[in-house]
C-alpha cells in the first residue's frame, strides 16, 4: 500500500527545473506583448514630451514673429529721423575775399564841333589871354572874316578886347604855316588851328565897326575841344 501512495505522489508533483521553465516562458510571452504594445501607442509621458516640445517650438515662432514685427516699425522710424533731419552744410575753411570790380572808363568819342576857323582861333585866344592875364576882363570879340577851317590861310584872322591892371589891351591872331622865329614875335597853337600869330596891337587903331562880334558864350564848346594850347615868344 505503501508503495502504491508513493507512486501516486510521484505522479502529482513536477520538477523544480519545469516549473522554471515554464515561468521563464511565460514572463517572456508577457514582455512580447507588452513590448508590441508599446510599440503601437506611444505612454501618455512621450505623448506630453512630444506636446511640449511643440508648444516650445510654437512659443519660440510666436517670439520671433513678435520681434520682427517691433522692430519693423523700429527700422522705419530709424529711416523717417533720417530723413528729417536737416542737412548740414560745410562752412568753408577759408573766407574767400570779395572780388572787386574795377570799372571801365568809358571811352565816349566827341564828334568836333562844326564851326568857322574864326570862332576857332577866337576860343584858342580866350584861354591863352586867360594864362597871361589873370585879372582880365573881355571887352569884346570880332571875326575879321568868315572862313572854313580848311581854307584857314585866306582867312583876314580875330580880334579880343580886354583889360587888365587897369588897361586896354588887343590881340589880332591869323594861320601861320609854322612858328616864327623872329626876336619879339609871339604865336600860339593847338591841336585843331595849328600855328596863328597872337600880336599885340592899339584897339583904338582899328576898325571894329565892320567886323562880326563874337560872343564869349558862343566859344564855351569849341574851348572845351582845343587842346595842347600852347604860346610861344621870341
Request: with cysteine; hydrophobic share 40%.
Amino acid at each position: 500500500m505503501s508503495k502504491g501512495r508513493y507512486v501516486n505522489k510521484k505522479k502529482f508533483y513536477m520538477p523544480i527545473w519545469l516549473i522554471l521553465i515554464i515561468v521563464v516562458i511565460l514572463a517572456a510571452a508577457v514582455i512580447f506583448f507588452f513590448g508590441r504594445n508599446t510599440e503601437g501607442n506611444p505612454s501618455e509621458t512621450e505623448g506630453e514630451i512630444i506636446s511640449q516640445t511643440d508648444s516650445v517650438i510654437e512659443t519660440d515662432a510666436q517670439s520671433e514673429t513678435a520681434e520682427q514685427t517691433d522692430a519693423a516699425p523700429s527700422d522705419e522710424n530709424t529711416e523717417t529721423s533720417a530723413s528729417t533731419e536737416p542737412e548740414v552744410t560745410q562752412q568753408p575753411t577759408e573766407t574767400q575775399p570779395p572780388q572787386v570790380i574795377v570799372p571801365q572808363p568809358t571811352v565816349v568819342i566827341v564828334q568836333q564841333a562844326d564851326a568857322e576857323y574864326e570862332k576857332w582861333l577866337a576860343a584858342a585866344m580866350v584861354v591863352c589871354v586867360s594864362m597871361e592875364y589873370p585879372d582880365f576882363e573881355i571887352e569884346a570879340i570880332y571875326a575879321a572874316s568868315a572862313t572854313k577851317l580848311e581854307d584857314k590861310f585866306t582867312s583876314e584872322g580875330a580880334y579880343i578886347v580886354f583889360t587888365s591892371g587897369g588897361s586896354r589891351f588887343a590881340i589880332h591872331a591869323k594861320a601861320l604855316e609854322a612858328e616864327r622865329t623872329t626876336p619879339g614875335t609871339r604865336d600860339i597853337s593847338t591841336e585843331v588851328i595849328g600855328f596863328a600869330t597872337y600880336d599885340q596891337v592899339d584897339p583904338d587903331s582899328v576898325d571894329f565897326s565892320s567886323m562880326e562880334k563874337i560872343a564869349v558864350e558862343d566859344l564855351s564848346e569849341l574851348i572845351a575841344q582845343s587842346l595842347l594850347i600852347s604860346i610861344y615868344a621870341r
